[in-house]
């Protein structure tokens, strides 16, 4: 890998490990997530990073794409499972990293951190992806627990967040292998019994598509933002009000974009029969000893 690029890893990397830091110190129950959210994301850009995607904040058994909107009222409470995804990015390498805190001790927590380790410990060049997803799973079953089935860890590119292979949490019988260099995240989500996810409301997190002549000024001008500053990176509807658009233009020029394929929306995930998911998510980069997002 060119020392540029390992340096811009390494770099978001360290900005996502402080970040979970300063997280895990005032995190509590009856914080609002729309507070942690806008303080996760102003400290990666205090730190020298941009936000790679908006921080998803997922409670229980909303398990992804949840990114609190501009007037989200939602509080943390006792017990509540509390997913934390951060993206970070230094130049469009990104740090894809997540945790779960809840206030009372929850043995799925242990059980998704101890697989994302042994999902890890196999990782060399050469080593195929179903070889991963079984060091996960074997943790996983030990503890007679779940996973997600549908959720998977990704490769990653310059921005590019959800890049080949998919690295399942489940046995699979996948042929790709893993070559020296590649990045990728691993992610396992575990629940009770092997379970899945299902689209969901609202949405609030957008990627850019492709160009598409529309007329609305707004939907113009987010478009060009999509394309241009985030690069094809996902953002949200929070991000746009905070730019001045006002909440009703945004969504309505966001439908538009989706209507003539220009913008992909991303529905929030839910677990199908609302049981509780625990996360737990590294970058690693094959071949290099250590991982990207330092524990
Ligand atoms: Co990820």
New binding site residues.
């Given amino acids: 890998m060119d020392k540029k690029i390992l340096e811009s890893y390494k770099k978001a990397g360290k900005i996502n490990s402080q970040v979970r830091e300063e997280v895990l110190k005032m995190v509590r129950p009856g914080m609002k997530i729309l507070d942690l959210a806008e303080f996760i994301e102003k400290r990666i850009e205090e730190i020298g990073g941009k936000p790679a995607f908006p921080v998803n904040i997922g409670i229980n058994e909303v398990t992804a794409h949840y990114t609190p909107s501009a007037s989200d009222k939602t509080e943390i409470k006792k017990g509540d499972l509390v997913k934390i ?1 951060v ?1 970070v990015h230094v130049d469009g390498y990104v740090a ?3 945790f779960t805190y809840c206030s009372e001790k929850n043995g799925m927590i242990e059980v998704a951190e101890k697989a994302l380790e042994a999902g890890i410990s196999v990782i060399k060049p050469g080593v195929r992806v179903t070889e991963i997803s079984k060091a996960i799973n074997g943790v996983v079953e030990k503890a007679g627990l779940g996973v997600v089935i549908n959720l998977t ?2 490769g ?1 590119e310059q921005y590019v ?2 890049g080949p292979p998919k690295i399942p949490n489940v046995g699979n019988d996948s042929g790709e292998i893993l070559d020296e260099g590649m990045v990728v ?1 691993i ?1 396992p989500f575990v629940l009770e019994s092997n379970g899945i996810v299902k689209d969901s409301e609202p949405v609030e997190i957008f990627s850019f598509m492709q160009t598409r002549p529309v007329r609305l000024p707004e939907a113009r001008k987010i478009l060009d933002m999509a394309g241009n500053e985030y690069n094809g990176l996902p953002f949200c509807k929070r991000w746009m009000v905070k730019k001045g658009f006002s909440p009703f233009k945004t969504s309505f020029a966001l439908k538009q974009l989706e209507t003539v394929d220009a913008m992909k929306g991303y529905p929030v995930l839910k677990e199908s029969r609302g049981k509780p998911v625990a996360q737990a ?1 590294h ?1 690693v980069i094959v071949g290099n000893p250590s991982v990207v997002t330092t524990r």
Avoid: K
């Fill in positions: 995804d993206g894809d990293h997540a860890g990704h990653l967040i959800h995240a992610e998510e970058t």
